[in-house]
């Protein structure tokens, strides 16, 4: 198990319930793929606010911990970077 050396781990939401509840809203009546989006989206921005490449790496491994990559999908990315070349568009 990684140790958090920069990223702050304990409990600092004051409502946590608040937030979890306005979490699940802001997903209500997306399907599967909008709803993976708005998440891209909002780790972008949370990203952004924090700013400290140490610290997302860190919450990056933390979050990775205990999770088995699917066997058939493992040597692909879940999504290409913008710098990956995905094949021509049509």
Not at 69 to 85: C, G, L, V
Request: hydrophobic share 35%.
């Amino acid at each position: 198990m990684h140790q958090a050396k920069h990223l702050k781990t304990e409990a600092r939401l004051a409502s946590p319930d608040d937030f979890y509840e306005a979490l699940m809203d802001m997903h209500r009546n997306l399907d599967e793929c909008q709803s993976r989006l708005v998440n891209a989206k909002l780790i972008l921005l949370m990203a952004n606010h924090i700013g400290d490449q140490t610290v997302l790496t860190e919450a990056m491994i933390i979050a990775r911990e205990g999770i088995d990559a699917t066997p058939d999908h493992s040597s692909e990315p879940a999504n290409p970077s913008p710098r990956q070349k995905t094949g021509p568009r049509t």
